[in-house]
């Protein structure tokens, strides 16, 4: 006889990021945490050789209102991390965060969804060191 086990999942009710569903797997209780936010697209889907992968390279290079710099210090302030990443199928940022700044770390994930910026000379940084 095969056991399968069912994946239980729950909605949080009322929490999105940019109108984006937020699901929660329950599980143990842990000082840290990771939220994935992904998206379709990837490299797959890019019109452009590299798009996704340099999006991906330059996801904190600043927002609208912080510039890279302060953003990594925010994030580093409150014990966690943001990272994107660009699969062929798919673009993930996720969140790694102390649990107790679970708040505070959406809050600054979701200026990150919403006011990327990529300034000019991070993106000619970008471009010199995958050219060498």
């Not at 660009?86 to 770390?105: G, H, I, P, Q, R």
Request: charged share 25%; with cysteine; glycine share 6%.
């Amino acid at each position: 006889m095969k056991r399968t086990k069912k994946i239980i999942f729950y909605t949080i009710i009322g929490l999105s990021v940019l109108g984006i569903p937020v699901f929660a797997f329950p599980g143990r209780q842990h000082e840290i945490l990771r939220i994935d936010v992904v998206f379709e697209g990837g490299r797959w889907s890019e019109k452009t050789p590299l798009v996704a992968d340099a999006c991906a390279r330059l996801f904190k290079s600043g927002t609208q209102k912080l510039s890279a710099f302060e953003l990594d210090d925010a994030i580093d302030f409150l014990g966690g991390t943001i990272k994107a990443t660009a699969f062929y199928d798919s673009f993930t940022v996720s969140l790694y965060t102390l649990t107790k700044n679970l708040e505070a770390s959406l809050v600054l994930l979701k200026v990150c969804l919403e006011e990327i910026v990529f300034p000019e000379h991070e993106l000619d940084i970008h471009r010199d060191n995958a050219l060498s």
